[in-house]
């Protein structure tokens, strides 16, 4: 799963790291490109010494570079990391985005509810903190997980914030 408890249990403060799923490593990423490439410039074998070819190469080159600008750029997009930290009086959530900047939340931990929507949300089990304070604002947390991930998280979350919010 691409979250993790980073803190033995029982011991305090508890943390949770989450970060979205990467089924594209470096190695992958790299044969991808190269076995596209390849496959694209075989009928252009067919094609050398014409000038027919020298037609068709730039499109199967451009072709080529917008599938690497694509894979590189969903790479950025998924530089997200959310670290949750629960201690018996504090509960502190932040996000680190793509481009670097980091949002933060912070609530008094006896007062945390975790919530799931199970419809109305951008994705569906859609999780949420809600605690007190000023803003009283309701974040959301792990909405880049599967919906099967989400579901395993909301009942993780809840009994680790019922659980701290007694000690």
Excluded at 41 to 65: D, N, R, V
Excluded at 76 to 90: A, F, H, K, Y
Excluded at 106 to 132: A, F, I, R
Excluded at 151 to 159: I, P, R, V
């Amino acid at each position: 799963m691409p979250y993790s408890w980073t803190t033995p249990p029982r011991q305090e403060p508890q943390e949770l790291h989450l970060w979205p799923h990467n089924s594209l490593p470096a190695e992958g990423f790299a044969a991808l490109i190269l076995g596209f490439f390849l496959f694209a410039s075989l009928p252009l074998y067919g094609l050398l010494g014409t000038k027919l070819m020298w037609g068709l190469l730039p499109f199967m080159l451009a072709s080529t570079a917008g599938i690497y600008y694509a894979l590189r750029r969903n790479g950025r997009d998924r530089q997200i990391l959310e670290v949750l930290t629960l201690s018996p009086e504090r509960t502190h959530l932040s996000r680190t985005n793509p481009k670097g900047d980091v949002q933060h939340w912070e609530s008094n931990t006896y007062w945390v509810k975790v919530t799931m929507h199970d419809k109305g949300g951008p994705v569906p089990y859609y999780v949420t903190l809600k605690g007190d304070g000023s803003d009283n604002r309701e974040v959301e947390i792990g909405a880049f997980l599967s919906e099967e991930e989400r579901k395993a998280l909301f009942n993780e979350l809840s009994d680790m914030v019922r659980d701290i919010s007694r000690s």
